[in-house]
């Protein structure tokens, strides 16, 4: 099971903020902003670069929770950033797919 699966499963605590029945928000436990959660799917695909057309309507289920839940957070408003990192070079750390939402602050461009 990957961090994430035990998360969704409640083997690890989290700050859970909201949860469908193919996804589950989270806060996440280093925040980069003064609001950070990620936005997971309960089966686990490693990568945004493993996804394949069977993973449409997860994806867009993701898209939509990340949405709702930044509403939920009050960032609708200001705005916030989506941030999908794949592999080494993009910085993913943790091999199961998520959206990191970041918001409560203006955000940078380009990203370091
Ligand atoms: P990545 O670097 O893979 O794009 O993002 C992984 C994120 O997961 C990081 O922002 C990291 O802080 C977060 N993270 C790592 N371990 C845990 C944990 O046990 N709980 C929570 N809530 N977040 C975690």
Redesign the pocket.
């Given at each position: 099971m990957t961090?994430f699966e035990k998360?969704a499963a409640r083997e690890?605590p989290?700050d859970i903020l909201a949860e469908g029945t193919d996804w589950i928000a989270?806060?996440?436990?280093?925040p980069q902003a003064p609001v950070h959660f990620?936005v997971v799917p309960k089966r686990c695909i490693p990568r945004v670069g493993e996804i394949g057309a069977h993973d449409t309507q997860l994806l867009g289920n993701l898209l939509v929770a990340a949405a709702s839940t930044a509403r939920q957070e009050g960032l609708a408003v200001d705005g916030y950033r989506i941030v999908i990192?794949n592999g080494p070079n993009g910085?993913?750390?943790?091999p199961h797919l998520?959206l990191?939402v970041l918001g409560g602050r203006p955000m940078n461009w380009p990203p370091g």
């Open positions: 961090l998360i690890i989290a989270f806060r996440d436990i280093a990620l990192n910085g993913e750390t943790v998520h990191h």
